[in-house]
């Protein structure tokens, strides 16, 4: 009888094992998606400032403002690049839908970037 329970037990894990490592990342980010179905465009990103964010022209804090983001908002990040040091960082992210970039700095990226 416990040879019996100790078998299904341990087969049970083995079969309920990469699902719920599956689960447990879903969890964080939502649902991902399923096998074979196509993934999302580009990646997405969150404003992680305090306050508005600049969009510039170019990556780097002297080009002009093109738009201006709000707190936590969620945006698609087309690239990522080297540009103008912010804070000890030197990654700029180019933003999907507008021609226009962002510091890493202040841009948390929920899913890998592609570097441009």
Avoid at 19 to 32: E, P
Avoid at 43 to 59: I, M, N, T, Y
């Amino acid at each position: 009888m416990k040879r019996t329970v100790l078998a299904c037990a341990v087969g049970a894990a083995v079969l309920i094992g990469p699902a719920a490592a599956t689960a447990g990342a879903a969890g964080q980010y939502g649902s991902l998606p399923a096998q074979g179905a196509p993934k999302a465009a580009y990646p997405v990103g969150e404003v992680v400032s305090d306050a508005a964010l600049h969009v510039r022209q170019k990556p780097t804090v002297y080009s002009g403002v093109v738009k201006v983001l709000r707190p936590h908002q969620r945006i698609l990040l087309n690239c990522q690049k080297r540009g103008g040091w912010v804070d000890g960082n030197p990654v700029w992210y180019r933003i999907q839908g507008s021609d226009g970039w962002v510091s890493a700095r202040f841009v948390h990226n929920l899913q890998p970037v592609r570097s441009c």
